[in-house]
């Protein structure tokens, strides 16, 4: 599988990464999962310390213990679990950041994490302060990079501008184009990496396409306008191939992105969404054809 640096980091992350919150919390099934992420050349894996409460990062840091210098770890931090595990509260302050990564350092069985984010973040936080806590984690070698988790561009502005961070994480797909207008732009000419998640819309740019649409819609498109867009996309762009496929290059296509961060509940899916992955990049003509049948959506809030 191609890799692709991380910004201007000496991270070169697959095009593929596995999203591990998906992969749930029996043991068997959550190492069948990484073991075939593994097998099919993915080398970035993303998780948190809010995924089942911390359990995730044990899975994923006991799956990957005999292959840690071969893999690039990421998570996060900044929600922080009530004590009685009832929900949780947004702390992005420097003394909570700097003690939640000894909590995720000793999950994850490792002495380094290569990529730690922020795992959210909005224009009141104290933005200085977290900058300072992961640089000091960097200079101390417990964190190699840094970078954020967000689709507010007021605070993903304040972080180019103030900080080193290497990527940042958002939702990006062919139905949710608002990183096109600025962050993406913003991101390439600062030498910052977009991570994406959500890519196949909750399964609706999958070929399961309607069976998967709300009565809501999604984002700013109506069921109606569903119902008229995903069938004409699959005609025009999908009749030879899976709809995921094209999918996951309309990512792919765009040169700030450098990994797809994509979930997977069975062995099988990493096997299709590396597939997806490693199969033909859409042609110049198939992505004008995507910007013309679905709506150039922009980031109406966090201005």
């Known amino acids: 599988m191609k890799k692709r640096r991380l910004g201007s980091s000496d991270l070169y992350v697959s095009e593929l990464g596995l999203g591990c919150m998906s992969i749930g919390t029996d043991e068997n099934t959550a190492l069948n999962i990484i073991e075939t992420a593994l097998e099919e050349g993915v080398n970035y894996f993303d998780t948190a310390d809010l995924y089942d409460a911390g359990e995730n990062e044990k899975l994923v840091g006991e799956a990957l213990k005999k292959v840690r210098d071969q893999v690039i770890i990421a998570t996060k931090a900044g929600n922080r679990w009530k004590p009685d595990k009832t929900g949780w509260t947004w702390d992005p302050s420097k003394a909570y950041i700097k003690e939640a990564v000894k909590g995720s350092l000793k999950r994850l069985g490792t002495d380094y994490i290569d990529l730690y984010q922020l795992h959210g973040g909005t224009i009141q936080d104290p933005i200085d302060e977290t900058i300072e806590a992961f640089e000091e984690l960097k200079a101390e070698g417990l964190i190699r ?40 732009p913003l991101l390439e000419e600062h030498g910052i990496s977009v991570v994406t998640r959500g890519p196949v819309a909750k399964g609706l740019l999958s070929d399961m396409l ?25 005609e025009k762009l999908a009749a030879q191939r899976p709809f995921t496929e094209v999918a996951l290059h309309y990512n792919l296509a765009n040169p700030a992105v450098a990994s797809i961060v994509a979930g997977a509940s069975s062995p099988n899916q990493v096997k299709q969404n590396a597939a997806a992955v490693n199969s033909k990049p859409l042609t110049e003509d198939e992505i004008a054809v995507i910007k013309k049948l679905t709506k150039a ?6 201005r």
């Open 297 to 302: 959506n922009t980031y109406k809030e966090h």
């Open 210 to 234: 309607l069976e998967k649409a709300a009565d809501a819609g999604y984002l700013d498109y109506s069921l109606q306008d569903l119902q008229e867009i995903l069938p004409l996309l699959k």
């Open 145 to 184: 990079y840094y970078g954020i988790s967000s689709i507010r561009p007021n605070v993903i502005r304040e972080y180019v501008k103030k900080s080193n961070i290497v990527s940042v994480m958002m939702q990006y797909s062919m139905l949710d184009r608002r990183p096109e207008e600025e962050a993406l």
